[in-house]
């Protein structure tokens, strides 16, 4: 199974701010990986899917690179509603595993 | 508007059995895979299962393998996991989710299933 490694787990930055999650893939999966954002209670909401293909809907802000093992998500200037977990998931094979996550926190 | 929709949680024995369901609305049911994902009280996301559109092809994380059996009634729009030999570690909130290319594009409100004595 391929197992997926995010850094870091945890994340304390200010609104304005440009952060970067990192995603580490086990093998390589090409381009398939999508993050997803996840509030308290509720269910996650896809944001960036084949790495770096912006879901409709959701900002500009937010962007992802990266192909082979190694990706990031990069939030440009963070909003006040970007706090939250971060999951990436790769879907090259079955299964389709997920990051343990990345809790972004307010400074 | 696509829609999902959870039901079937609850309090469960250790070694007992539940069927969860989801109600898809709002898209072409049939033209798309589903998948179940999990998460336990304040952890992380755990993909549990898949089922391709037409439903002949299925797959399972090794930790339900043998345990759980996802199925699909196009007719009813309605996608299933019957839950056997539940244990503590299958506590969770379980969401279904709609599959597009590989992905999740759209997830249900989940249902929570505690197995405890």
């Known amino acids: 199974d391929i197992q997926m490694t995010q850094s870091p787990s945890t994340l304390s930055a200010s609104v304005g701010d440009r952060v970067t999650i990192t995603c580490r893939a086990s093998?390589?999966?090409?381009?398939?990986l999508a993050w997803y954002q996840q509030k308290a209670g509720k269910a996650p909401k896809l944001l960036i899917y084949k790495a770096s293909s912006l879901e409709s809907g959701v900002p500009s802000r937010f962007s992802g690179s990266g192909s082979g093992t190694e990706f990031t998500l990069t939030i440009s200037s963070l909003q006040p509603d970007d706090f939250a977990t971060y999951y990436c998931q790769h879907y090259n094979s079955y299964p389709y595993t997920f990051g343990q996550g990345t809790k972004l926190e307010i400074k | 508007e696509v829609q999902l929709l959870e039901s079937g949680g609850g309090l469960v024995q250790p070694g007992g059995s539940l069927r969860l369901s989801c109600v898809a609305s709002?898209?072409?049911?049939?033209?798309?895979?589903m998948n179940w994902v999990r998460q336990a009280p304040g952890k992380g996301l755990e993909w549990v299962s898949a089922i391709s559109g037409r439903g002949g092809n299925t797959f399972y994380a090794d930790s339900v393998k043998g345990r759980f059996t996802i199925s699909r009634d196009s007719s009813e729009n309605t996608l299933y996991l019957q839950m056997n030999s539940l244990r503590a570690d299958d506590t969770a909130v379980y969401y279904c989710?709609?599959?597009?290319?590989?992905?999740?594009?759209?997830w249900g409100q989940g249902t929570l299933v505690t197995v405890s004595s």
């Open positions: 709002g898209f072409t049911f049939s033209s798309y895979a």
């Open positions: 093998q390589s999966i090409s381009n398939w």
């Open positions: 989710a709609k599959e597009r290319g590989g992905y999740d594009d759209c």
